[in-house]
């Protein structure tokens, strides 16, 4: 089925409606819904759930990325388009009241055959562990990582640390190489709110 985006100049503004795979080769700036989960642990580090996308995806498969993201279709309104992105991706219902936005994040990723040029509309949700998670076909894992480990890895600190399965509490080894390269300032940003948000608990 064709996915049509509404399409916006650099300050935001409104454009027009073209098809995704048209969107991405012309390098049109588009809205995208972006949800990050976070939680404390019991012995009190914060976490974030970083989403494995499935090998078969065409663009960063098999890389660590946003616990759940997508397209917002044109016409669509965002909170609907975000709870239905983190049921297909995820497989559970958040509510509205579940998600606080911290903001638009502007961000470009460029490569050879893509030209991704988002308008990122971030939202954070603290883990909901009393649901039962169901991966779509988009999606091989959802992994639990610590914030610190997952800092030091982005500033060169070290060179990996521990990611836990949610699915299967297996335990791996994450790289910097293994996550989708968003900028730095975009994790930065993404981290900053969520350390905020947890002092307030």
């Known amino acids: 089925m064709t996915e049509w985006l509404q399409v916006f100049d650099h300050r935001g503004n409104p454009l027009d409606v073209k098809e995704r795979t048209e969107v991405h080769c012309d390098g049109d700036w588009h809205e995208t819904f972006q949800c990050w989960l976070y939680e404390m642990d019991a012995d009190g580090q914060v976490c974030l759930f970083f989403q494995k996308r499935a090998a078969d995806k065409a663009e960063f498969p098999g890389l660590y990325d946003i616990s759940a993201a997508g397209h917002i279709e044109a016409g669509e309104n965002l909170i609907q388009a975000g709870r239905r992105e983190i049921y297909e991706e995820l497989g559970i219902s958040l ?69 836990s399965s949610v699915m299967d509490d297996q335990k791996v080894r994450v790289h910097f190489r293994d996550f989708v390269p968003h900028d730095q300032e975009y994790y930065e940003f993404v981290i900053h709110a969520i350390l905020e948000e947890v002092e307030k608990l």
Do not use: H, M
Not at 112 to 118: F, H, M, Y
Not at 127 to 138: A, I, M, Q, R
């Open 95 to 163: 509510w509205k009241e579940d998600l606080k936005s911290i903001g638009t994040y502007k961000e470009e990723l460029i490569s050879d055959t893509l030209k991704d040029r988002e308008l990122c509309r971030v939202y954070i949700s603290p883990y909901p562990g009393e649901k039962d998670f169901s991966l779509g076909n988009e999606v091989e894992d959802l992994v639990r990582i610590e914030i610190n480990g997952f800092k030091q890895v982005l500033e060169g600190a070290k060179g990996s640390t521990d990611a």
